[in-house]
């Protein structure tokens, strides 16, 4: 078996988060703007574990008859990057059962919410966990597809090394990986290749960024102690505050070659430059260093590089010579308060796992009913 999580339990988490989002959002009714955004979360999480179970799908469908008895898809690492959703989801579905917040009419879909401040803070708290979710299983995608893909090619050498270069699943899969050709996959030697050398932080706010890990925890001025997990979710939360989400083209009112319209708000500029920093710090650390024996992390990790390189292109102006980004100025950023420039985000995870044990006592379990 896989441990943690199989194919299996992908489509069946996929039909409960869909059955969650129909029973608890379709009908809802003057719904709170952050409750509709909770659904909205809720339904692409959906989407994603649909993609996810595609992927699965393609990989184990090249699995060759006379193996497919003993093989198993290696996920060992997939949920110590994506984060355990199947918890998450069942914290979702306890929350929506709660009968004193949530009204269900006919056919038990919620139709009316008790907003208050509690169910306010909760829901907040899942939206914004369900997102981390699905930026997450959005980015692994290729990365997973190309690792289980290699890792089912080597069991077919290694079984069948003799007979390999003879077996339509081999010329499949290697069709297969014909579409990371150029990106993790060299075009002449057909050798896995990192992603170019990653562009500098300017000095002045690496120097600002390494006293705000220090100031949380003294044991990093150490960069081999810089940890992987906690660094990806920091990449993760800043990349998407990031440059990434300011485009000056889209806005019509604003002249297309006007100089200010292609300056950034100062703050997304500085979460892209900790986006970029982080992952090179993490390629500091131990961690990191031990987990490139696993080719997920390995993959997981270039893709994050990609993302911020295509992401920084928009800055170098021989990329776009009369498009380019210009750098806020630097006076601006000086000015920042020193919690601007913080790193790591708040867990909270077993502060409240112990607090809902203490406090949730189980009530009717609409979803699983319907599932049965």
């Given at each position: 078996?896989?441990?943690?999580?199989?194919?299996?339990?992908?489509?069946?988490?996929?039909?409960?988060?869909?059955?969650?989002?129909?029973?608890?959002?379709?009908?809802?009714?003057?719904?709170?703007?952050?409750?509709?955004?909770?659904?909205?979360?809720?339904?692409?999480?959906?989407?994603?574990?649909?993609?996810?179970?595609?992927?699965?799908?393609?990989?184990?469908?090249?699995?060759?008859?006379?193996?497919?008895?003993?093989?198993?898809?290696?996920?060992?690492?997939?949920?110590?990057?994506?984060?355990?959703?199947?918890?998450?989801?069942?914290k979702?579905?306890?929350?929506?059962?709660?009968?004193?917040?949530?009204?269900?009419?006919?056919?038990?879909?919620?139709?009316?919410?008790?907003?208050?401040?509690?169910?306010?803070?909760?829901?907040?708290?899942?939206?914004?966990?369900?997102?981390?979710?699905?930026?997450?299983?959005?980015?692994?995608?290729?990365?997973?597809?190309?690792?289980?893909?290699?890792?089912?090619?080597?069991?077919?050498?290694?079984?069948?090394?003799?007979?390999?270069?003879?077996i339509t699943e081999v010329h499949e899969i290697v069709g297969i990986l014909e579409n990371y050709r150029g990106r993790?996959?060299?075009g002449i030697s057909n050798e896995l290749v990192a992603p170019p050398v990653s562009p500098r932080v300017p000095e002045y706010l690496e120097i600002r960024f390494e006293a705000a890990i220090v100031a949380t925890n003294p044991e990093l001025r150490d960069q081999a102690k810089f940890p992987l997990a906690q660094g990806i979710n920091a990449f993760h939360h800043h990349f998407e505050q990031s440059t990434s989400k300011f485009h000056p083209e889209n806005n019509i009112s604003l002249a297309s070659d006007s100089f200010t319209e292609r300056i950034p708000v100062p703050v997304q500029y500085l979460n892209l430059m900790k986006s970029i920093w982080i992952v090179q710090m993490i390629k500091q650390g131990d961690e990191y260093a031990h987990s490139m024996s696993d080719k997920l992390w390995k993959f997981y990790i270039w893709e994050l590089d990609e993302k911020f390189l295509l992401e920084f292109?928009?800055?170098?102006?021989?990329?776009?010579?009369?498009?380019?980004?210009?750098?806020?100025?630097?006076?601006?950023?000086?000015?920042?308060?020193?919690?601007?420039?913080?790193?790591?985000?708040?867990d909270e995870e077993e502060e409240e796992e112990e607090e809902e044990e203490s406090h949730y006592q189980p009530g009717l379990d609409y979803l699983n009913e319907i599932l049965r």
């Open positions: 078996m896989s441990f943690g999580i199989s194919g299996d339990d992908i489509v069946k988490l996929g039909k409960k988060a869909w059955v969650l989002w129909e029973m608890g959002f379709s009908q809802a009714k003057n719904a709170e703007k952050q409750y509709a955004k909770f659904g909205a979360e809720i339904q692409y999480f959906v989407i994603n574990l649909q993609q996810l179970g595609q992927v699965i799908f393609k990989v184990t469908k090249q699995v060759p008859p006379w193996l497919r008895d003993d093989y198993t898809l290696d996920l060992k690492s997939f949920l110590h990057i994506c984060g355990d959703f199947r918890k998450t989801l069942n979702c579905e306890r929350l929506l059962e709660d009968s004193a917040n949530f009204e269900r009419g006919r056919g038990n879909f919620i139709y009316n919410i008790r907003w208050n401040l509690s169910v306010q803070l909760q829901v907040t708290v899942l939206k914004d966990r369900v997102a981390f979710h699905n930026i997450k299983i959005a980015n692994i995608l290729k990365p997973l597809e190309l690792k289980l893909l290699l890792d089912l090619k080597k069991e077919i050498y290694d079984v069948h090394s003799d007979l390999a270069s003879q993790f996959v060299d292109s928009r800055f170098i102006k021989i990329e776009r010579p009369t498009k380019h980004l210009k750098e806020p100025d630097r006076r601006i950023l000086d000015l920042f308060r020193e919690e601007e420039f913080g790193i790591w985000l708040e």
